[in-house]
């Protein structure tokens, strides 16, 4: 069930809210208990195969999980700091991890491993679990900390809340069991002014995604498909847009799917962690992956980083460790040399960042933060690609390898003519305008993160969002715009993640 889509918002999400109003003044865990149930049907109607019959073994799977590693965590939080611990945490931890290798990562090991030996063969196709990297970075996290003594004695229900809550089930923000369990346990009587301020951020993201992120696809694609097939190649003017205009997509479609979960959760009482934050505007790498994917940044740095040694044993180790997270990190985000060479190439990124930055030099802002964007940009034609040969293509393309200018036909010329001028406008939307937090900082529209930047409370400006009818009028503009982009679902990139 997508967040963009008539089931969920029509009907899924209204009924879900509307319950739990109606349960405020029950005993709290009824409240939790009809979100948990709503979250489990939310992740059950997910069908991989539309043309076969419903299977709850996906939903099985994930309850299965969390009762496992809840009674594993409780577990450890009775052997913290001993080594019969370590040994339970590491088993607990190798689980969760060939879980989500079987899933993810057995498909490519075997492909993989055939081209190398010829052995094993093609295998069964198999199908990846909807957000199960998430719920499995999710549980790691809080097996880490039960053994480090961080944990309480939850009840079920709030673990499990914790877990699969519907805002961020599918595609984060990893939230971390000591920001959501103490919200959870709260009795929420302000909803007549949560609720506003939610709707509002979910309606900003429906914007992003809707208006913006789904119309650079069709700029992006074909572009990208000339890179791929066996045709003409793109001119150095048409990979520029095409590589542009997928660096937009995935800003705004991530932007937009943030605020979405942001702002649903909102409207449930609960402040999830801030996830993005104008991350084209950063003026280094560093602070780039400060921004973007805010929440996941901290999970690599907290749970990978730090444990490989962190920069506590001198630069050399620093960047080898800088450089092994960034490679897993990639790994992370898809099953596929590509990914991998994405996240490698972060990783040199953030050594070369942490050496320059080093020296004490400093580049001028403007120049620091094009710079910054280049870089992500060639990453991103990596990111993009379906392999290493389309990708060379397309940067090959990029710096004129393939011809700078010209079209083939008299009607692509209109059509490039209009191009640019759309991914201009969304590159001035991402360095020029305020983004969702900084609009509704007045009513602090989301946690912040440990080392991350976050949108100052005290500034007043006339753009901040209010609930005054000038706002109001906006906001029912923006909805007009899109219902007439209403006319087609699209997931979200990051789900198949």
Known sequence: MLFNSYTFLLLFLPVTLAVFLALRRAPF???LGWLVFASLVYYGVWNPNPDAPWSPKYLVMILSSCGANYLLGRQLSRLKHTQPGRLLLGVGIAANLLLLGYFKYAGFLAATATWLTGWPG??????????????????????????????EEYHFTDYLLFVTFFPHLIAGPLIHHREMMPQFRLKHHGWHRDFPVGLGIFMSGMFKKVVIADNMAPIANPIFGLAAGAGRMPTMA????????????????FSGYSDMAIGSARMFGIR???NFHSPYKAVSIAEFWRRWHMTLSRFLREYLYIPLGGNRKGPTRRYVNLFLTML???????AGWTFIAWGALHGLYLCFNHAWAATGRRLWKPAAILLTFLAALVGWVFFRSENFASAGKMLGSMVGVHGFTGMPDKANRVIASVQPLWVGLALLVC???????????????????????YPARTLRRWWQWRPTPVFAAASVLAIVVIGLQFDKVSQFIYFQF
């Open 272 to 274: 999830f962690p801030l």
């Open 122 to 151: 093609d295998i069964a196709k198999i199908t990846l679990p909807l957000a199960i990297s998430f719920f499995t970075f999710l549980q790691i996290a809080y097996l880490v900390d039960a053994w480090k003594g961080q944990t």
């Open 238 to 253: 048409e990979s520029w847009v095409g590589a542009v205009a997928y660096a937009l997509q995935l800003y705004f479609d």
């Open 328 to 334: 897993l990190g990639g790994l992370w985000h898809g």
């Open 29 to 31: 865990r009824l409240g």
């Open 431 to 453: 360095w020029a305008m305020p983004n969702t937090q900084e609009i509704f900082a007045r009513y602090k529209p989301a946690l912040p993160v440990k080392g991350a930047p």
